[in-house]
């Protein structure tokens, strides 16, 4: 039994060794990684949706943060990259159950590449926990996202489709907003910039 309980814990960033690397440097590479991924996951799913080559998603984003601070310190902005990150891995929950409810599992590389990218965003999520300490548990792992909202609306399939799409762009800001300020902590942590 404490077997199983062990092979399901989650991994973390720091299980996967890197030598000569730092927490913050291990991080900021899985979030380059992730935002790598988050890219290549939007190409596979425009090559197989083509209409999005003539349609633009609305604008504006779908997680935003205010910070309790006018200028949070890079730790503060790091703990709000989490609460965001948190509710990326709920966007990708809901895409990840909308899609197979409407068209079911199907084998392919967006697939592979989809779960790929579900499983790095966790592991960045426990990254951003260990990197902030988080002494009172208030930073949590799970997704923040009860994808309990319609949102193919009107569009049907159409709408359904433009908003997975918008939830892919997100993931890619996201991601890119995560190698970013992993990098300024990793700078100031380590007083390099290099990782």
Not at 16 to 45: D, I, K, M, N, W
Request: proline share 4%; net charge negative.
């Amino acid at each position: 039994m404490a077997e199983q309980e062990e092979q399901q814990q989650p991994l973390t960033a720091s299980d996967s060794p890197v030598p000569g690397s730092t927490r913050t440097g291990r991080a900021v590479a899985l979030a380059r990684l992730l935002h790598h991924e988050c890219t290549q996951l939007l190409q596979l799913y425009k090559e197989r949706e083509t209409f999005l080559l003539d349609h633009a998603p609305d604008d504006g984003r779908m997680v935003s943060l205010s910070p309790e601070a006018e200028e949070p310190s890079t730790e503060e902005q790091v703990q709000l990259l989490h609460s965001a990150l948190r509710q990326c891995l709920g966007l990708l929950h809901c895409v990840i159950q909308k899609e197979d409810e409407e068209w079911g599992k199907l084998e392919s590389d967006y697939e592979t590449l989809k779960e790929n990218v579900q499983t790095r965003l966790e592991h960045l999520l426990h990254s951003t926990k260990d990197l902030v300490g988080d002494e009172d548990g208030t930073l949590e792992v799970t997704p923040n996202h009860q994808c309990n909202e319609e949102v193919d609306g009107a569009g049907g399939t159409f709408g359904l489709k433009m908003w997975i799409y918008r939830v892919l762009l997100e993931l890619i800001h996201w991601a890119d907003h995560a190698a970013k300020t992993l990098h300024v902590l990793h700078t100031e942590r380590e007083g390099t910039a290099e990782i």
